[in-house]
């Protein structure tokens, strides 16, 4: 019974280990919502090119807020794409500080 539990606790620690803020739960609610949302068009690894997105990893608070809120930019900022197909998800506004914790 000892070494089972011994082995799961390593499983635990190898899986925290992998993911990227396991000590951030606000992080860790960003990356569920950016799999629920965003990988459709996003890599699972927002620093890559996904199927239809541009990657998104660095992404600031202000920039998120302009995209899914209102499909825009903030003011002055040079867009990685040029063209204009990703849909707002203004009920995901709650979620904007979850995101950029996970992005940043
Ligand atoms: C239907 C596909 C689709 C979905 C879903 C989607 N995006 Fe996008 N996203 C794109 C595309 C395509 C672009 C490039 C600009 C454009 O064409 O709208 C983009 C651009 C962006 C940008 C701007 C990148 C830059 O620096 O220029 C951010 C940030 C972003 N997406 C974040 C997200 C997040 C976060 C989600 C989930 C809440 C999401 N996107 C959901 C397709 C999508």
């Given at each position: 019974m000892r070494s089972r539990l011994a082995l799961a606790l390593v499983a635990v620690a190898f899986a925290a280990g992998c993911s990227q803020s396991p000590s951030d739960p606000l992080a860790e609610r960003g990356r569920q919502i950016y799999l629920a949302q965003c990988t459709q068009c996003h890599?699972?690894?927002?620093s890559q090119s996904g199927p239809v997105g541009p990657p998104v990893k660095g992404s600031s608070r202000e920039l998120l807020e302009a995209r899914i809120l209102k499909g825009s930019y903030p003011p002055g900022y040079k867009p990685k794409r040029p063209t204009n197909v990703m849909p707002p998800q203004p009920a995901l506004a709650p979620e904007i500080p979850a995101l950029a914790a996970y992005l940043k």
């Open positions: 890599a699972v690894d927002p």
